[in-house]
């Protein structure tokens, strides 16, 4: 945990440097990670990774990683706000956020990087010599997550889905770390906790931070490739609720608090789980229609979502049915699908972990 000196593996992370960052300081600074790569564009230059950071000096660190896939927009926008708008001297610690983690897939509005079409979250913990997909997974898990004492990696369904607005839990990957989990899910509160299992995505921020034995959390924010604005309201708050948890920033709503709050009192997340099964997994190509709602409880057996036949005019669409009782907690977006495409997850509710 954090120290007066800072957290415990900030020394660890000492050898990578963020440019125009000291993170001794206190205030708030503005710099950039730089990946180095020559081709036509960046030749003769680097690609940013903009990092803030925000700091009152001693209590505990905390690393909010959005942009990681370049079409994910909710959490992008939040830390855009939160570096804009916290006093730094408000904190009680620090706020390291990184807004557009796949830089080069932000601005091509891409799930993986136009560069070298690397998907940073299958990346870590990465090659400070490698590719440049590579060298940003490296950045952020050798120069950032060690400073940290809890890392938030902020995602959203992207082009290709919609999810219900969901904390993204991965089991483990020990009992204290997983009950610090189940905490913060309730703290920060969001429509939906979604447990998945352990290693879910190998490469991935959330193992890079279960194997450092990291309070790591991710989040799944709605998607389809644009914002909606009651997901990003639900997931300002929360967000916010999750950082006063940590104790880095007063609660908001209250007097000490520089960060607005749009529903004061938010209903208790709801448990579910993706398990084996909750995939609907279409073996046609053609046109998806789907038969159910982002959220809507649906029973095995249900139809979910039919396939329409492009060329084949006689030919009645293939319907595909739900395989467990749950929520419909993923949609695709896109409406042209091939065989292997899923059309949907039902995600069964689980009980509330006990702790
Ligand atoms: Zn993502």
């Known amino acids: 945990m954090a120290t007066a000196d800072g957290p415990a593996g900030a020394s660890a992370a000492a050898g990578v440097s963020v440019a125009g960052i000291d993170f001794s300081r206190t205030g708030r600074q503005l710099g ?10 960046y030749d003769g230059s680097v690609i940013p990774v903009p990092v803030a950071v925000l700091s009152s000096g001693a209590g505990p660190t905390v690393l909010l990683v959005a942009g990681t896939h370049g ?13 804009r708008s916290v006093d730094p ?13 796949n830089y080069a897939a932000v601005l091509a509005g891409s799930r993986v990087s136009p560069v070298d079409q690397g998907n940073l979250n299958r990346s870590y913990p990465g090659d400070a010599c490698g590719a440049p997909t590579g060298q940003v997974a490296h950045l952020i898990s050798r120069g950032l997550l060690p400073r940290a004492d809890v890392v938030v990696d902020l995602h959203s369904g992207g082009t290709n889905s919609i999810y219900v607005p969901s904390m993204f839990l991965y089991r483990g990957p020990d009992e ?3 009950a610090q989990k189940v905490a913060a899910a309730r703290s920060m509160a969001l429509p939906y906790t979604m447990v998945v299992p352990p290693r879910l995505e190998p490469g991935s921020l959330s193992t890079a931070g279960d194997d450092a034995g990291i309070l790591t959390l991710s989040t799944e924010l709605g998607g389809g490739g644009t914002v909606d604005r009651g997901v990003l309201a639900r997931a300002r708050d929360g967000l916010a609720a999750l950082l006063a948890s940590t104790g880095v920033m007063p609660l908001a ?8 709050v749009s529903a004061p009192v938010r209903p208790e997340t709801v448990w579910i789980e993706l398990v084996d099964g909750s995939a609907v997994t279409t073996t046609a190509g053609g046109l998806f229609e789907p038969l159910v709602d982002l959220g809507q409880r ?5 139809e979910v979502g039919r396939v329409h036949f492009v060329d084949e005019l006689e030919r009645q669409p293939k319907v595909f049915h739900a395989s467990v009782d749950g929520v419909v907690a993923i949609i695709r977006r896109p409406t042209l699908v091939r065989p292997g495409c899923h059309l949907a997850q039902v995600a069964p509710l689980c009980a509330e972990p006990e702790l």
């Open 32 to 41: 950039y990670g730089q990946v180095v790569h020559s081709d036509n564009v």
């Open 89 to 101: 001297h408000r904190l009680t610690g620090t706020l390291i956020m990184v807004p557009s983690a």
């Open 298 to 302: 649906v029973l095995a057996g249900d």
């Open 253 to 260: 709503g209250t007097d000490e608090s520089c960060v607005p």
């Open 71 to 83: 079409d994910e927009y909710e959490g992008q926008i939040l830390l855009h706000e939160l570096i």
């Open 176 to 178: 204290a770390l997983w």
